[in-house]
């Protein structure tokens, strides 16, 4: 799932590709992936609005729109798939569209304020208000597991996977492409000041947590914000209410540089832990920002995939050597996700409590190396959790092996996703079921629709 890195990304080439652009409409064949409103109420609010800005919260992506001026509907129906011709005939179609006027027909829009939840609302969602026509908007884009988002010609071929379209004055398309549906778009009211929704009117959609690479993020208001909290760290990583648009990936990696272990309770933290923490997060994230991302699944940016996968210490990397100590990394499952550490550079901290759940020996025995619940108490003869195997031989046990293969074909076949993505075709069947994550069996597959 794209994280802050992989979603910082695609705001930056959003911006500087939709800037100024002008909403003409927008269609949508899957009414879930709207958040706020049923889709021609979704289509009416946000036609005629131009792109003023593009920027981000947490992992949610924010269009800042500018107050709607009337636009010149696109005659011709768009065709979904036309031939591979049609490169030229939509740079005609560009060419052809009549200029943004003030005085052009203007499209019907909602009527303002508040709108009825049965009108407006898709079934079990409370509509939001619709933002008035001269009022500032913002689009709050969630990509969740397979969210992409592309900027093409309005003829680019497209496949059956993308499920909003907002068609832009200039000829082109901002289209958002979703396999697995559990991307959610919604349109609100824009508090200028903020650059978020008003406040109260789209509850739920943006993350509490604090902005991990924003300048009044500091070591000391880490400090602050752990001293009232408990749990492993692992978990309170991926909370978005504690920091937000960290995730599976970049919470492993900022703890394997910050040598801390995943399942460490963060109440034991000193102050050292801490400003280690603080670099290390701050650290990765700025580095994959620099990198465009992991493109490890289905993320990919509108000017294309990133690079940081290569450069990931630990995240999928079970069974071969840390980068620091040469033992081999170990995988976990931490709260329902597959969690990578090395098991002598991070570990619990001595004592009585807390400890000794399986790596190492232990470890191995479990399939995966997967530690089950109840297994604490078996495991407790070791004085730490530490390699009980003899100082981490490397190599890998069969099950790591196993998931090492699959784990390089689910990436050969997400670069083939992605791709064909692009390409507007739907990728190859068969790349398709071997890329399911499900197959694959990575827990990552279980995802809730909450992280
Ligand atoms: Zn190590």
């Not at 049965?118 to 689009?139: F, H, I, K, R, Y």
């Not at 991302?293 to 050597?321: F, H, I, K, N």
Request: with cysteine.
């Amino acid at each position: 799932m794209p994280e802050l890195p992989e979603v910082e990304t695609i705001a930056r080439d959003l911006r500087g590709l939709v800037t100024g652009a002008r909403i003409a409409g927008a269609r949508s064949d899957w009414p879930s992936t709207l958040r706020s409103h049923e889709p021609a109420a979704f289509a009416a609010a946000i036609s005629g609005r131009e792109i003023v800005g593009v920027g981000r919260r947490g992992k949610q992506l924010l269009v800042w729109l500018g107050p709607a001026a009337p636009v010149t509907p696109v005659a011709a129906p768009i065709p979904v798939a036309p031939s591979p011709a049609s490169a030229p005939a939509a740079r005609a179609r560009r060419a052809a569209l009549a200029p943004v006027t003030p005085d052009a027909a203007p499209i019907p829009v909602a009527p303002e304020g508040p709108v009825g939840e049965a009108s407006l609302a898709p079934a079990g969602v409370a509509a939001a208000p619709v933002p008035a026509t001269d009022e500032a908007a913002v689009l709050t884009i969630h990509l969740k597991m397979t969210g992409q988002i592309f900027v093409v010609e309005a003829g680019a071929p497209q496949d059956r996977h993308v499920h909003l379209v907002l068609s832009l004055a200039d000829g082109r398309e901002l289209r958002f492409r979703d396999m697995r549906k559990f991307g959610r778009i919604g349109l609100y009211r824009r508090d200028e000041e903020t650059g978020e929704p008003v406040r109260g009117e789209a509850p739920g959609v943006l993350a509490a947590g604090a902005e991990p690479l924003s300048d009044d993020f500091t070591a000391r208001r880490l400090h602050a914000l752990l001293a009232r909290r408990h749990g492993r760290l692992k978990t309170l990583l991926l909370n978005q209410d504690f920091l937000a648009g960290v995730g599976n990936i970049y919470a492993d990696e900022a703890l394997w540089l910050a040598r801390l272990h995943p399942l460490r309770d963060a109440s034991t933290l000193r102050p050292d832990h801490v400003v280690r923490l603080y670099g290390a997060l701050r650290e990765v994230l700025a580095e994959a920002v620099e990198r465009r991302g992991s493109s490890v699944d289905d993320y990919t940016a509108p000017e294309g995939d990133g690079s940081m996968q290569e450069y990931l210490r630990v995240y999928q990397r079970a069974g071969e050597p840390c980068l620091r100590c040469g033992r081999p990394i170990r995988r976990i499952v931490v709260g329902g996700r597959s969690t990578h550490f090395c098991s002598w550079c991070q570990r619990l901290p001595g004592g009585a409590a807390g400890r000794g759940t399986p790596g190492g020996a232990a470890g191995r025995g479990t399939p995966g190396g997967t530690a089950r619940r109840g297994t604490a108490d078996r495991t407790h003869r070791g004085p730490r959790w530490t390699e009980l195997d003899g100082g981490g031989a490397l190599g890998r046990t069969r099950s790591e092996e196993e998931r090492v293969r699959r784990v390089a074909a689910t990436r050969k076949a997400a670069a083939a996703r992605r791709a064909a993505a692009r390409a507007g075709v739907v990728a190859d069947p068969t790349a398709g079921s071997a890329a399911d994550p499900t197959a694959a069996g990575s827990a990552d597959a279980t995802v809730r629709g909450s992280a």
